[in-house]
């Protein structure tokens, strides 16, 4: 079944423990749809400047990404700086440069307006409806991430889009400041009364959890030895999960189980190395070894 993406493609600087690059291509929509092309064709909706080169594309080819609605407008692509503490559990943003974004109005091209299944990446929550508004018909199932800079600045405008999207993917910090409330179980019930009738928290290093139709479910962080760069963690969970949906065709509660599986194998495969370094040489085998290590991660008896 369709999948479609909107959200930022982007250069980013990045800066951890293990070491530091200038620029590297990145952006939630990037991860995303790389994550999700396992699984399943892709179509993406952003925005690059001219600065966005051949070479640069090159990491969607070859790959089940569609990029008809990628569009190309003057100027420079979107910019993100970040720089992760020791113990990587927090970043700072040193610099966002919105450049072509800021005029970004994303349009559906005809042949993706009958996407079942959409991701809202993290933007403007008024970009989001107008990506909503442009189908043609109901989706089967609408995720969306968003960040504090929304839930603080525009927050009218985020619980219009919220009531049009069945699943909310933020994290533990961001659940607490939108709900107004800390245990994460209560803010998920003040959440479903905004619209969500599923919430999928991510929590770093300590796996994620997903509240739906009142059941409570949990997956650990993938154990690795070595955790190199952990940007575009959240971007690629949510690939892994919407593109699992999405090639399944089935949203029960089987299946969300089944997919926050997928979302944390991707999200650990992504933060092995800088940037997209792991998910360009990833194999689908590679993805269902892990799969099956959560399984045996996971299982006990009672
Ligand atoms: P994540 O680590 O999953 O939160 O996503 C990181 C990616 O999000 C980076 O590659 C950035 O380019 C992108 N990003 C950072 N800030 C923003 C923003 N304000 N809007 C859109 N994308 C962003």
Redo the contacts with the bound molecule.
């Keep these: 079944m369709s999948l479609l993406v909107v959200?930022?493609v982007?250069f980013?600087a990045l800066e951890t423990p293990y070491g530091k690059v200038e620029r590297t291509l990145?952006?939630?929509a990037?991860?995303f749809a790389i994550a999700a092309s396992f699984f399943t064709r892709v179509h993406l909706v952003g925005v690059v400047g001219d600065d966005f080169s051949e070479e640069d594309a090159a990491i969607f080819r070859g790959r089940r990404v569609d990029l008809a609605g990628l569009e190309r407008a003057k100027g420079r692509t979107?910019f993100?700086a970040?720089r992760y503490t020791a113990d990587m559990n927090d970043r700072v943003?040193l610099a966002?440069e919105l450049n072509v974004?800021a005029t970004f109005n994303p349009k559906l091209p005809a042949a993706y307006r009958d996407s079942a299944y959409i991701f809202l990446?993290?933007?403007d929550p008024v970009l989001q409806l107008r990506v909503l508004q442009q189908t043609r018909r109901r989706p089967k199932l609408v995720a969306l991430d968003t960040?504090n800079?929304w839930i603080e600045r525009t927050p009218a405008e985020l619980r219009e889009t919220l009531k049009h999207t069945q699943v909310l993917m933020i994290n533990d910090a961001e659940t607490r400041q939108l709900a107004i409330e800390h245990n994460l179980l209560r803010a998920a019930a003040h959440i479903r009364r905004m619209g969500p009738r599923t919430l999928v928290i991510k929590r770093g290093e300590h796996g994620a959890m997903m509240v739906h139709n009142g059941s409570v479910f949990a997956v650990p962080a993938f154990p690795l030895e070595e955790v190199r760069d952990?940007?575009?963690?959240?971007?690629?969970f949510a690939g892994g999960f919407m593109g699992y949906l999405a090639s399944s065709g089935r949203t029960d509660a089987a299946n969300l189980r089944r997919a926050m599986v997928y979302g944390s194998v991707l999200g650990s495969f992504a933060v092995e190395r800088f940037g997209l370094d792991r998910l360009r040489t990833l194999k689908r085998a590679e993805i269902q070894a892990r799969a099956r290590h959560f399984w045996q991660l996971t299982r006990f008896r009672l």
């Design positions: 959200g930022s982007a980013d990145g952006g939630a990037t991860y979107f993100w970040g943003t966002t974004f990446a993290n933007i960040m800079y952990p940007t575009g963690a959240g971007d690629s």
